[in-house]
């Protein structure tokens, strides 16, 4: 059972914004950086946000990242069909000395 | 561009080891970063196995640690995963990533940039 909570599943229409959570506690993401990584179908995890908010090169700035205390946000603005797919967060747990996951995200493009 | 591979067998008996191997193209592991895997069992989420250093210095998820040994061979470009005594709560994709790992005076930086295209392992007899 993974100790970062993200809600199983949220969409919006084509063009609309989804705003994704994942809470954790003071051992992971309340002191330490946060990551976001996006899964399409079939496919291997690939990084979206490190760092609580920067975008690796070639990720447009659709997608954003915010942390605020135990908990983190991933923003997914101009929604697209081609952004159906599962969204991971992911921090080290300085208690359990253990880089964990969020229990992920599934999003529905409508 | 950095490109991960992972190989190995397919399929696993109960109680045997597993063992991967990852080849690194476009970089080379000597030169720095951390290598990690991480596993995904089938129709669920993430979880990190461990990961190593150039160096050969390792750190494991405590939960899986007495069965885990990861290695690296610089002259190959590769490292490698062995998970001992497996059962078929180990069947998985399992990946193999570059890992940032930065230890601050406060806080960790750590994540994974690229991954590997991952490879299922089931364990069944």
């Known amino acids: 059972q993974s100790v970062l909570t993200q809600p199983p599943s949220v969409s919006a229409a084509p063009g609309q914004k989804v705003t994704i959570s994942c809470s954790g506690s003071?051992?992971?993401?309340?002191?330490?950086?946060v990551s976001w990584y996006q899964q399409l179908p079939g496919t291997a995890p690939k990084l979206l946000i490190y760092?609580?908010?920067k975008r690796p090169s070639g990720i447009p700035d659709r997608f954003s990242g915010s942390k605020s205390g135990t908990s983190a946000t991933l923003g997914i603005t101009g929604l697209q069909t081609g952004d159906e797919a599962d969204y991971y967060c992911g921090t080290w747990d300085s208690s359990l000395s253990v880089h964990v996951f969020g229990t992920g995200t599934k999003v529905t493009v409508l | 561009q950095v490109q991960l591979q992972e190989s190995g067998p397919g399929l696993v008996k109960p109680s045997e080891t597993l063992s991967l191997t990852c080849t690194v193209s476009?970089?080379?592991?000597?030169?720095?970063?951390?290598w990690g895997w991480i596993r995904q069992p089938p129709g669920k989420g993430l979880e990190w196995i461990g990961s190593?250093?150039?160096?050969?210095?390792?750190y494991y998820n405590p939960s899986l640690k007495s069965r885990v040994t990861i290695s690296v061979d610089t002259s190959k470009n590769q490292f490698s995963l062995k998970l001992s005594s497996v059962t078929a709560a180990d069947t998985a994709v399992y990946y193999c990533a570059r890992a940032v790992v930065v230890v601050a005076a406060t806080s960790v930086y750590n994540w994974f940039d690229p991954w590997g295209q991952g490879t299922l392992v089931t364990v069944s007899s």
């Open positions: 476009g970089y080379s592991i000597s030169s720095g970063y951390y």
């Open positions: 190593i250093y150039h160096s050969g210095s390792t």
């Open positions: 760092e609580n908010n």
């Open positions: 003071s051992s992971n993401i309340g002191n330490n950086y």
